[in-house]
């Protein structure tokens, strides 16, 4: 029986290494090894300049001088997408032309005309690249002038990333024949995942943005306006200053917010954190967790599509000044961490080396997956040890069943 117990133990103790570790973690060199899993690289679109002027519009309300969208993706990682992918589609400064004669897809969801998710259902290979089989619809505007782009990102069918859009039950499937894929070399995806458009006078001009002071003590949230923190590019990013923390509003803080007044917040490809550059009550809330000697942030606007003539005043110093410590009953709850991909209001854009958000948010499932089977083996050792000792005192004591044994 203990014997029977030691082997127990022992089996148990693998099953549980084997899934903190990952399969070959026991290679002669010791060291921990991910887990297989697929990884996507982005086609990298060069940006278009539109005619200066009003732009016409063409048959069912298209922007005929907006290029098309043809996303591409080939797999990178180190196991193939068995399932099938899904591709997300986001749309700035313009929406999906929903009109009649405008194609649309049934293996896609369309929300609002701003963004779209398509499936596809096939199997991606390690080392499989390809681009849809047509370019996205054409798109539309609400002006005549237009400034915008098209980003995108790729995952698992089977496997999304933590917060993603329910879009099968909130969103609007299309009613044409489905998209399909077409392979391409795969050597010709650089990263990216981004095609933006602009008129002549926006895509090359000097963007610019202003420093900002956080003030207050430790324990608090603090606001500050963001109205007009940059000149051009749309919005500004911010990175906070260590020792403080993104507090984006309640669900009952924005209901009770003015339908003009905007606030900051995560975007939800990149997870970065982004403030509107409009002149609208744009408002920052951020809370001061701690202390931090010579913490500094940063505010910075990107450059216009064909570069910025001055970027030497594209990003700016956050600064934090605290002010002393509120009092228990005074302080602000802390604010949960929002992983990329958690979603959130905002708009940014992906860097051109920026894949796609797959990897990273895939960490916290295997951690609550080692947990659940370290828990679950431990439960094992213990009912058996119980049983056991249960056995052995119904029997009696050990040297007693031996001496009835010899008898």
Not at 139 to 149: D, H, L, P
Not at 305 to 330: Q, W
Request: aromatic share 6%; glycine share 12%.
């Amino acid at each position: 029986m203990v014997r029977t117990g030691r082997w127990v133990t022992a089996f148990l103790t693998a099953v549980v290494a084997l899934v903190l570790l990952g399969p070959g973690s026991g290679g002669s060199s010791g060291a921990r090894q991910e887990a297989a899993e697929p990884s996507f690289t982005l086609r990298s679109h060069a940006p278009h300049v539109l005619p200066e002027g009003d732009l016409p519009y063409g048959p069912s309300g298209a922007l005929k001088d907006v290029p098309r969208l043809t996303p591409a993706f080939g797999n990178t990682g180190t196991a193939a997408a068995s399932r099938g992918v899904v591709l997300r589609v986001d749309l700035e400064g313009v929406s999906f032309s929903r009109n009649p004669g405008v194609m649309t897809h049934d293996n896609c969801y369309y929300m609002v005309d701003r963004m779209v998710f398509c499936e596809f259902p096939g199997a991606v290979p390690v080392g499989a690249a390809y681009e849809t089989a047509e370019p996205l619809p054409w798109v539309t505007s609400g002006f005549n002038r237009v400034e915008g782009s098209y980003r995108y990102s790729v995952w698992p069918l089977d496997d999304p990333p933590p917060g993603v859009r329910d879009y099968k039950k909130m969103d609007e499937r299309g009613s044409g024949p489905a998209l399909g894929l077409v392979p391409v070399a795969a050597d010709s995806l650089k990263g990216g995942g981004e095609l933006r458009f602009a008129p002549p006078s926006r895509a090359r001009a000097d963007w610019s943005v202003k420093g900002i002071t956080l003030r207050g003590r430790v324990g608090e949230y603090v606001s500050v306006a963001m109205e007009d923190a940059g000149s051009g590019g749309g919005k500004v990013r911010v990175d906070l200053p260590p020792g403080t923390s993104f507090a984006p509003l309640s669900r009952e803080e924005r209901e009770g917010t003015p339908s003009e007044q905007y606030t900051c917040g995560r975007d939800d490809l990149d997870g970065q954190l982004y403030c509107s550059n409009e002149p609208n009550y744009i408002s920052l809330r951020v809370r001061i967790d701690r202390q931090v000697e010579g913490a500094v942030g940063k505010v910075s606007v990107r450059e216009p599509i064909r570069g910025d003539t001055d970027p030497t005043n594209n990003s700016a110093p956050i600064k934090l000044e605290v002010t002393g410590t509120a009092p228990p009953g005074e302080t602000d709850p802390p604010v949960e961490t929002a992983a990329p991909g958690a979603g959130g209001p905002g708009s940014s854009a992906q860097s051109p080396q920026q894949q796609s958000v797959l990897s990273d948010n895939h960490r916290p499932r295997k951690g609550a997956l080692a947990v659940a089977a370290l828990a679950a083996a431990l439960a094992l050792v213990t009912a058996f040890l119980t049983r056991r000792k249960r056995a052995q005192r119904a029997d009696g004591p050990a040297w007693r069943r031996r001496a009835g044994a010899k008898a």
